[in-house]
């Protein structure tokens, strides 16, 4: 059990959750990992922003040391940053966790193929996600999107869309997709919307915790109402499931 002085979540962790592994620095860039299980009562709370003491259980992974905390007093860090700059505050503008399944916030647009978009809770006890999969049977060729209802970047500096993705395919096909646009009239014309290059999850050989896609910086679009879209395709040869949660856009002031 051990006390680490002035730490501070690095910049790419900045407005995420507790949930998974998170990178701790001091001010000379010194680095350790926070992990931090799904199954912690504070999993989904949102870091803090801040420069602060950490107290934490020390443990090696393999050769690599990480930090565990026990609530989140053990990393409340609420002090100005390493480079004096105050705590930024980052606000959800859209939060979805499909736990009312596709609800009113979302349009699913099937173009080919009779597989499409849902929700589904199967293993993973409570927690629901949307899920699409062209397998029934055999591989099914399909392409469906799935569009959001219009939201306003309005108020904020900068603006992030963030989400958690989880696939498996027994044959490798082709990555889920993710777009967004602030012009959607109903066309899917690529012409209409800007690909977006998330992390997406990459061990296609069996279901495994969600994986973070990182905040994707949508501040180009502020002042405007967007739309984003999770495209999925497959082929009568090669399909794969994949699943989402936990879809934000926040901005940052």
Known sequence: WIKIKDLQFIEDDLGETYSGLRTLEDCSGKKITLNTSSF??????????????????????????????????GADLDGNRCDGSTPPVFENLFFEDFSNGLSAKWIPVSV????????????????????MNGFSSGSKENEDWLISKPITLAG??????????????SVQSDQLEVYVTDNYTGSLDPKNWTKLNPTLDSDMSKFAPFVNSGKLDISNFAGKNVVVAFKYTSTDTASATWELDNVKVRGRK
């Open 112 to 131: 080919k193929g009779a597989q499409v978009w849902g929700t589904s809770n199967t293993g993973t006890g409570s927690n629901y996600y949307a899920v």
């Open 40 to 73: 912690a009562t504070f999993s989904g709370a949102q870091l803090d922003t801040g420069k602060g003491d950490v107290y934490a259980i020390l443990t090696k992974y393999n050769t690599s040391y990480e930090l565990w905390i026990t609530n989140r007093l």
């Open 156 to 169: 904020y500096k900068n603006y992030y869309l963030s989400f958690e993705t989880d696939g498996r395919a």
